[in-house]
């Protein structure tokens, strides 16, 4: 079953139709994922009397004040919030910390870890059950959701006895609240997994299937809030076409879905039946109860509103509430140019895309690209937009913006450009952003589906000698490698380096920086080798290194890891630093907690040569001298204060410290090291969520 929303695979590429569903596949569906976690079945209990759920995007730590007050102040008679790990991979680490800190900040009694996972079983055990029903609610962390429900739920699918004490607290006003993957839990059934790019591509496809990797994931979630489907790190991660593709799949079978911006929650009151905003972004609210579609794959008549901090929606009629001191702004008598973006699926490219039509004229459109489809955000005769009037234009916006329509339409001549990458050497020229890159290729002999290495060049722009010296990585681990060559002329020393974050010291828009290229150049290679998710990891020396480092703070993307070696200097995650060697000096939105958190979290190697304190071409200016007199300083001093500043505010970390012992300044030398499988391929991050 290879097709997707708008194109079937065939042999070398596709052809545009619709996926179209068998009543085998119905009652496939059926068998797999049974109407059970409460309020799918004909037996759901009524939640008039269930507790708040408090849903969050992700990126949320336990000094964000709000959150956590709520979640304490909605608990049972006092009773400690149980916090449940079970979608991480060593869950003490990650629940015993909470509770203490949350003990610490609030007071002793706040919280308690329940030592409940998947491998050791206690979902059935009395005393875990026992300590379970004294809770007065329930906070789920991040990690993998899948590893949650195989925990709570039995084989079958019905609820183990600590879900049901869960369910019991639960409908006695216990509230629930979960972060990240304890997010997508809410729903049933949830969000397993998959990109926004492939979900358009491949639509729904079932978890623990033959499919399982194609497009947007499924499977049985716990179903605190029946009907409605949940997804996290929404804005961040562009993934609002995953939660559109779920929605418009039919084996899935919802038709509200609410993606939640991270550091920000989406707060169920089930007594009022009103959905409110809290934290410090906002959510996206697609409604698919009118939505059709053609048999080219195109999709019409999906409405979406966008919510920010304190506004409100009734679940009942589908009215919003702006927060208070919100009022109307009437749309331009004269039309405002619409920029749209190729980047769909960038960090925060829909928000932006959004607030540029809230501010357009009644009939405005904007359209965010990726690969294989256009989405298109219509303003409607029925779009309404609120703002706070006494916002400055440096403070975040806080928009409220509802009923734009959103269409799919599937692009056309992909399949004509899509030529596979030749055996061997070779390279081709492509437009990013406006700017002609050379890309530099290799493709190992006999290669099949293995990995794309996206390789960056040091000091002297010199792509194919990169390309070169990263052969012996393509044919060691059958990879595609390719190497964008950013021309001195087009990118100097800010936009390369520096990423083009700033320009003249001064801070460039998002739209303008250099990382927004590499997104690009990952589409063009997998549309040339029709594989729209082929994995992709980033790998640069020296400069290249410098770049990378700082893409990892500002715009990751969806690579699987980014390899930064021996980079000369690099953004330590604090504001007493100037960028580019720390945060300061950038706007708010750029540094503050949630985004140098974000950073942490990043699937970042630092890959360092142990001889690698020659002072040839490297940055000695007072500030780099801060970080260290050599490479090999600075990154293990880059790395301990990213180890220390999480561990001190219990936040992700997923960087990794890989040193090649004996190597200087090399690019060659360092991707020939025994270590760069691990600095590669080495263990990452839950992916999930």
Not at 384 to 402: F, G, K, L, Q
Request: proline share 6%; with cysteine.
């Amino acid at each position: 079953m290879k097709q997707c929303f708008g194109l079937q695979r065939t042999g070398t590429f596709n052809i545009p139709r619709m996926h179209m569903k068998t009543i085998c596949r119905v009652l496939v569906m059926w068998m797999l994922f049974p109407p059970v976690c409460g309020g799918l079945s004909a037996a759901a209990p009524s939640l008039e009397k269930a507790g708040k759920l408090v849903i969050a995007g992700g990126a949320l730590s336990a000094a964000n004040g709000e959150i956590w007050a709520l979640l304490l102040a909605e608990r049972l008679h006092g009773r400690p919030i149980g916090i449940l790990s079970t979608a991480s991979e060593v869950p003490e680490a990650t629940g015993l910390p909470l509770a203490s800190t949350l003990n610490r900040l609030h007071g002793d009694g706040s919280a308690v870890f329940i030592p409940v996972t998947e491998k050791n079983r206690k979902a059935g055990d009395p005393e875990t059950v026992a300590l379970i029903r004294r809770c007065g609610g329930f906070y789920f962390t991040g990690g993998q959701q899948n590893r949650t429900t195989r925990t709570l739920l039995t084989q079958k699918g019905s609820r183990t006895p600590a879900l049901e004490a869960v369910w019991d607290v639960y409908l006695q006003g216990g509230v629930i609240g979960g972060s990240s993957a304890g997010a997508a839990i809410m729903s049933h059934p949830m969000i397993t997994g998959g990109s926004s790019a492939d979900a358009l591509f491949w639509g729904a496809t079932p978890a623990d299937s033959s499919e399982e990797g194609k497009g947007v994931g499924y499977g049985p979630g716990l179903g605190f809030h029946p009907g409605w489907l949940y997804c996290q790190h929404h804005l961040e991660r562009g993934r609002l076409g995953r939660l559109l593709a779920a929605l418009a799949s039919k084996k899935v079978g919802l038709q509200h879905g609410v993606g939640v911006a991270e550091d920000t929650a989406w707060v169920i009151d089930h007594a009022a039946q009103t959905g409110t905003v809290i934290g410090s972004k906002g959510v996206v609210y697609l409604n698919a109860t009118q939505f059709t579609t053609k048999t080219d794959g195109s999709i019409s008549g999906m409405k979406i509103h966008y919510l920010d901090r304190g506004d409100s929606m009734d679940l009942k009629t589908g009215q919003v509430r702006p927060a208070k001191g919100k009022s109307a702004v009437t749309p331009p008598a004269a039309p405002v140019p619409i920029a749209s973006t190729t980047n769909a699926w960038g960090r925060d490219a829909i928000w932006h895309l959004l607030i540029k039509l809230a501010q357009a004229g009644s009939d405005a459109e904007a359209v965010a690209s990726d690969l294989y489809f256009d989405l298109v955000f219509r303003r409607s005769p029925d779009t309404r937009v609120s703002r706070h009037p006494d916002e400055t234009a440096d403070a975040r916006p806080t928009w409220t913006i509802t009923d734009l329509q959103l269409e799919v339409h599937p692009r056309t001549g992909k399949e004509e450009q899509a030529k596979r990458l030749p055996s061997g050497k070779a390279e081709f020229n492509l437009v990013a952003r406006g700017k002609k890159l050379k890309i530099f290729t290799y493709c190992p002999p006999g290669y099949k589906n293995g990995p794309l290495l996206v390789v960056m060049h040091g000091l002297n722009r010199n792509a194919g000698d990169y390309r070169n010296n990263a052969i012996q990585l393509a044919d060691r681990f059958q990879a595609l490698v390719v190497a964008p060559s950013f021309v001195l002329a087009q990118f100097p020393v800010e936009a390369y380096q520096r990423g083009g974050v700033t320009r003249d010291g001064k801070p460039q828009r998002m739209e303008e920086w250099t990382f927004q290229c590499i997104p690009e150049v990952v589409s063009a290679i997998r549309s040339r080798q029709g594989e729209p998710e082929l994995p992709y990891y980033l790998i640069g020396h020296s400069a290249g290194g410098q770049f990378l480092n700082r893409l990892a703070a500002f715009l990751p993307g969806e690579a699987t890891r980014i390899i930064a070696a021996n980079p000369g200097s690099l953004i330590f995650p604090t504001r007493d630093q100037p960028f580019q060697f720390g945060f300061g000096n950038l706007p708010d939105e750029w540094s503050d907690d949630a985004w140098i958190k974000n950073y942490l979290a990043a699937p970042l190697t630092l890959f360092l040569g142990t001889a690698d304190t020659g002072s040839k071409y490297l940055d000695v200016s007072a500030e780099a001298m801060r970080q260290g007199a050599t490479r090999i300083q600075r990154g293990r001093a880059c790395f301990s204060m990213a180890e220390n500043l999480a561990r001190e505010r219990g936040w992700p970390f997923h960087w990794t410290l890989v040193e090649a012992e004996g190597v200087g300044h090399d690019s060659a030398a360092i991707f020939a090291h025994p270590l760069a499988e691990k600095a590669i391929f080495g263990a990452g991050p839950d992916t999930n969520d």
